[in-house]
């Protein structure tokens, strides 16, 4: 929550502001002030579901959660969640094949200073570097090939690891520290 002190009263700032959020007030000064007086909530969940679409909704909404808890604003809250949807579509189709044998694992963890969200399959693996560039005239058209550089482009860090069999994808995005602007 960002408080304009210019504008509304130091008594009022406070009413208004969050449990978790710091009020502060600067006599004679326009500051814009957030200040994170408590920790952030750390949290570690993880689940196996099958290798359906149905899962693929449940993984996205839980991470919709997780980034919501965590404080982040709507624009990189859908950005986080694209992200992981993607990583998990790409686990259940072209990792399970939708086999309904193998199952996705989901990993949620916000650390307090990260988000980290490990999708995990069981498929036959991945190497990343042999995939298409997708920007690259000859693909511009093709209706798929995007889901990894969609990923690569809304996290801060992304990680693959054969598993032999399946792979293990590691979607990390910081979390904004606290600041006064």
Known sequence: MVLDT??????????????RVGCFYF??????????????KRTKQTIALKSTMESVNEVEAIADRVAEEAGLD???RFHVTMAVREATVNAVL???????????TATFENTGKDLV??????????????????????????GTGRGIFIIRSFMDEVHFRQLHPGTELTLVKHLPASEIT
Do not use: W
Not at 94 to 104: L, S
Not at 122 to 140: F, I, M, S
């Open 74 to 76: 709507e624009d990189t």
């Open 117 to 142: 969200f490990i999708i995990t399959d069981q498929g036959k693996g991945l190497d990343p570097e042999t995939l298409p560039d997708p920007v690259a005239p000859e693909n511009l058209l093709r």
């Open 27 to 40: 006599p004679g000064r326009k500051r814009r002030v957030h200040v994170q007086l408590s920790e952030p």
């Open 6 to 19: 210019m504008r509304v009263n130091r008594e009022t700032s406070c009413k208004v502001a969050e449990a």
């Open 94 to 104: 072209h990792g399970n094949e939708y086999d309904p044998v193998k199952e996705i």
